[in-house]
């Protein structure tokens, strides 16, 4: 089964950066699209940042230009490099993935954790 570990969140001054990182275990044979989701209290969740197999990307436009999203693929793993972390960006970053199976006309979908990311002023 596949199982998504993230890891870097943290407390942050304003002005400053943060990279967060998820490695996903129990893929076979199979394409992926990876990202990053965040929510704060309150609100909905909303999508940061996307990257498919083929290297394409997506981001939010409250976060271009200050968030890059990256793949490993012979790890199996998605970075985001936060810089100029501003007060907004305080939420709770979810890891997400989308799995293409063979054989199967359905993608699946998993999430991480979760990783708190506190930006003060």
């Known amino acids: 089964q596949v199982q998504l570990v993230e890891s870097g969140g943290g407390l942050v001054q304003a002005g400053g950066s943060l990279r967060l990182s998820c490695a996903a275990s129990g893929i076979i044979f199979s394409t992926y699209t990876m990202g990053w989701y965040r929510q704060a209290p309150g609100k909905q969740r909303e999508l940061v940042a996307a990257?498919?197999?083929?290297?394409?990307?997506n981001y939010a436009e409250s976060v271009k230009g200050r968030f890059t999203i990256s793949r490993d693929n012979p790890k199996n793993a998605v970075y985001l490099q936060m810089n100029s972390l501003k007060p907004e960006d305080t939420a709770v970053y979810y890891c997400?993935?989308?799995?293409?199976?063979?054989?199967?006309?359905?993608?699946?979908?998993?999430w991480g954790q979760g990783t708190q990311v506190t930006v003060s002023s």
């Open positions: 990257i498919t197999s083929g290297r394409t990307t």
């Open positions: 997400n993935l989308i799995l293409t199976v063979p054989g199967s006309m359905t993608p699946r979908n998993y």
